[in-house]
């Protein structure tokens, strides 16, 4: 019998946190559920990281997954922004880690060459093999389908792990 392992894949932002939960058996990859929490910009930031933390726990109490898995943060130019965002990510692997869940951590490129074989696949490309490899997503903002795309690299790359440790 195969095991089957719920993944819950986070797309970090302040304004925006991408969620998509997907479930692995065998080979065979299917969509549950996908969506974006968000913060409210007028807000001080330390109230707007209470609202991520306190939207992701209900993200893992309605869709309680195994296993979760986080894109990595890019640095950019402006350090303000960097900075915020590494705090809302922040939010993205302490949530999942207050729950007993392990968590996964995914660069961009790895996530996208995963996906779609491309590390500097472009987000139509993406998406186009977000809809091949699970038909029935429904993700109606990019965060959200980044956040599945993550959730299928985690499920490819947990197999590729798990190979490894046996030899």
């Given amino acids: 019998m195969t095991e089957r392992v719920r ?13 998509g939960v997907i ?8 969509y549950v ?4 929490v968000t913060s409210d910009g007028d807000l001080d930031l330390a109230l707007r990281l209470k609202q991520l933390h306190d939207r992701l726990t209900d993200v893992i109490r309605t869709w309680t997954p195994d296993e979760v898995s986080v894109e990595e943060t ?5 350090a303000q ?3 915020k965002l590494g705090q809302a990510r ?36 993406v998406q186009a093999m977000i809809k091949i490899l699970l038909p029935k997503a429904d993700f109606k903002k990019a965060d959200a389908a980044d956040a599945l ?3 299928i690299a985690h499920a490819h790359q947990r197999k590729a792990r798990a190979l490894a440790a046996m030899y």
Wanted: aromatic share 4%; with cysteine.
């Fill in 7 to 19: 993944i819950l894949g986070l797309d970090p932002g302040l304004r925006n946190t991408g969620w």
């Fill in 23 to 30: 479930t692995v058996e065998g080979t065979k990859l299917s």
């Fill in 33 to 36: 559920a996908c969506g974006v």
């Fill in 74 to 78: 890019f640095v950019n130019k402006d």
């Fill in 81 to 83: 922004a960097t900075l």
């Fill in 90 to 125: 922040a939010m993205s692997l302490l949530v999942p880690a207050l729950h007993g869940l392990p968590v996964a951590e995914y660069g961009a490129n790895q996530v996208k060459k995963t996906v779609v074989g491309v590390g500097h696949a472009d987000k139509n490309q």
């Fill in 149 to 151: 795309a993550i959730a």
